[in-house]
T-cell receptor, first 113, second 111 residues
Framework: NAGVTQTPKFQVLKTGQSMTLQCAQDMNHEYMSWYRQDPGMGLRLIHYSVGAGITDQGEVPNGYNVSRSTTEDFPLRLLSAAPSQTSVYFC????????????FGPGTRLTVT | AQSVSQHNHHVILSEAASLELGCNYSYGGTVNLFWYVQYPGQHLQLLLKYFSGDPLVKGIKGFEAEFIKSKFSFNLRKPSVQWSDTAEYFCAVKGFQKLVFGTGTRLLVSP
């Protein structure tokens, strides 16, 4: 199993550009989530999904969209990038429809200039 | 709403020293607690977890944590750290449909 994969590893955007961060898992996990990690702030939940077709907001959802058309994939879209979205983004998944032990992807380091 | 506090932001130890990282939580429901570790340049990995039963939980790499309900604490311990334990450590509590993380503690172990 590849586990949780994320692409790209690094990305630089200009303010106002849009892009999609990809996340996929091959463990047939129902629960998937996106976090952002900022220095001194730990990990903050952006959006999560408890199964295909079901998504919900986390602590910091503004400026981000998600969809879950399949169990495997959970892309995160930045609609109009802002410098405040410069961060490291982690995707995670866990078995079942609730969050217990989460498996994290390698992260995407995003810089918005 | 649930929250997690990690009071030590940076800890520096020499090899073979003992480690204790503090974690306090607030949550009104059934508590599930976790410690994750992030080695330099890597993603988060689970160190250990507490769901129920024995409040002293043993994890990987010689780490353990003790759940003390009366103190709302879940401190991480290791009797003798190694240089390879240099990493950032995150405590987390499970809430409704999400994990809530603390702000993390950076541990530097000098050889």
């Amino acid at each position: 199993n590849a586990g949780v994969t994320q692409t790209p590893k690094f990305q630089v955007l200009k303010t106002g550009q849009s892009m999609t961060l990809q996340c996929a898992q091959d463990m047939n996990h129902e629960y998937m989530s996106w976090y952002r990690q900022d220095p001194g702030m730990g990990l903050r939940l952006i959006h999560y999904s408890v199964g295909a077709g079901i998504t919900d907001q986390g602590e910091v959802p503004n400026g981000y969209n998600v969809s879950r058309s399949t169990t495997e994939d959970f892309p995160l879209r930045l609609l109009s990038a802002a410098p405040s979205q410069t961060s490291v983004y982690f995707c995670a998944s866990s078995a079942g429809t609730s969050v217990y032990e989460q498996y994290f992807g390698p992260g995407t380091r995003l810089t918005v200039t | 709403a649930q929250s997690v506090s990690q009071h030590n932001h940076h800890v520096i130890l020499s090899e073979a020293a003992s480690l204790e990282l503090g974690c306090n939580y607030s949550y009104g429901g059934t508590v599930n607690l976790f410690w994750y570790v992030q080695y330099p340049g890597q993603h988060l990995q689970l160190l250990l977890k507490y769901f129920s039963g024995d409040p002293l939980v043993k994890g990987i790499k010689g780490f353990e944590a003790e759940f003390i309900k009366s103190k709302f604490s879940f401190n991480l311990r290791k009797p003798s750290v190694q240089w390879s334990d240099t990493a950032e450590y995150f405590c987390a509590v499970k809430g409704f449909q999400k994990l809530v993380f603390g702000t993390g503690t950076r541990l530097l172990v000098s050889p």
